[in-house]
């Protein structure tokens, strides 16, 4: 099975790398291989990016995507990490119906269903101004003490955190900043998700705490596993920072995904 995974602001597919890195070794259960393209603006993608990125964009993107790199018909689990969790919600509600035969799990990290209210579009709005005045400098400041927990102070996880920013180009940062701030919550999208569901999230993420991730299993009601995996030692990167614990998250989501699919597989 492939997965599919979507990388949060301001970062990029080299947060997927130790997952990558691990299904490519035969430790990630029946994912046999993991696809994380880079959103539009940055990195490896051949999309430029658009004044706003609002999340339904970046979803029709990442379908067209699944469409061409993912071999025709083939299943795949999709994964997304707090923006990324944002753009699963829309590629779910837009082009759930066209992959309902092939999409088999869901892997939330790192994220909520909540949209924003004034004070914090007021904040993305003064972030937006920070990185036109002062560049991406004023994106690593914002984020990066936000990003990791603790104890993951000058590991190496910090740095590839640290690289992944310097790296996202400021009109990028910007545009994602003002999709950020008109995105619609996902609970409904939740409420009606019929499929195994993983939660994960560090238990000392700053940004999407666990109270966040509880509320996410709470209105998933119709899924017949769900999974909440609260991460010691991680901050808001759990994939990064705690890559075993993400990846034994993701076997458990592909058991059960094909234990579904066969029923009488053990
Ligand atoms: C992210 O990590 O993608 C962002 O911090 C999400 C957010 O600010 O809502």
């Known amino acids: 099975m492939n997965l599919v995974a979507i990388h949060g602001y ?7 790398a130790p ?8 430790e990630l259960g029946a994912i046999r291989s993991v696809f994380a393209p880079d959103l539009r603006g940055r990195g490896r993608s051949d999309r430029p990016a658009a004044a706003t990125h609002a999340m339904s964009l970046l979803a ?3 379908a067209q995507e699944i469409e061409t790199a ?5 299943p795949f689990l999709l994964a ?19 992959f309902r035969g092939r999409l088999r799990g869901l892997a939330l990290f790192d994220t909520k269903a909540m949209s924003d209210d004034d004070a914090s579009r007021a904040k993305r709005k003064e972030a937006i101004e920070a990185i036109r005045k002062d ?3 004023a994106a690593l400041a914002a984020m990066l003490p936000k990003l990791l927990a603790a104890g993951s102070a000058g590991s190496p996880a910090e740095e590839v955190a640290r690289r992944m920013i310097l790296s996202t180009p400021p009109a990028t940062a910007m545009a ?26 560090g ?4 940004i999407t705490p666990p109270s966040d991730a509880e509320a996410m299993t709470a209105v998933a009601t119709r899924a017949p596993w769900v999974k909440l995996l609260t991460v010691p030692r991680a901050g808001h990167l759990v994939p990064l920072e705690q890559p075993d614990e993400a990846a034994a998250g993701l076997a458990a989501l592909a058991e059960a995904a094909e234990r579904l699919i066969s029923p009488t597989r053990r």
């Open 203 to 206: 238990d000392e993420d700053a």
């Open 60 to 62: 029709d993107d990442v």
């Open 176 to 201: 994602d900043l003002a999709g950020l701030a008109v995105r619609d919550e996902g609970f409904e999208v939740l409420a009606a998700w019929d499929r195994p569901l993983l939660v994960a999230v």
């Open 80 to 98: 997304g990490l707090s923006m990324g969790g944002y753009v699963c919600f829309e590629l779910l509600k837009r082009h759930g119906a066209r």
């Open 135 to 137: 560049g991406i400098a």
């Open 10 to 16: 301001p970062l990029d597919h080299r947060l997927w």
């Open 19 to 26: 997952l990558a890195d691990r299904a490519a070794r035969g």
């Open 70 to 74: 993912l071999p025709k018909d083939a």
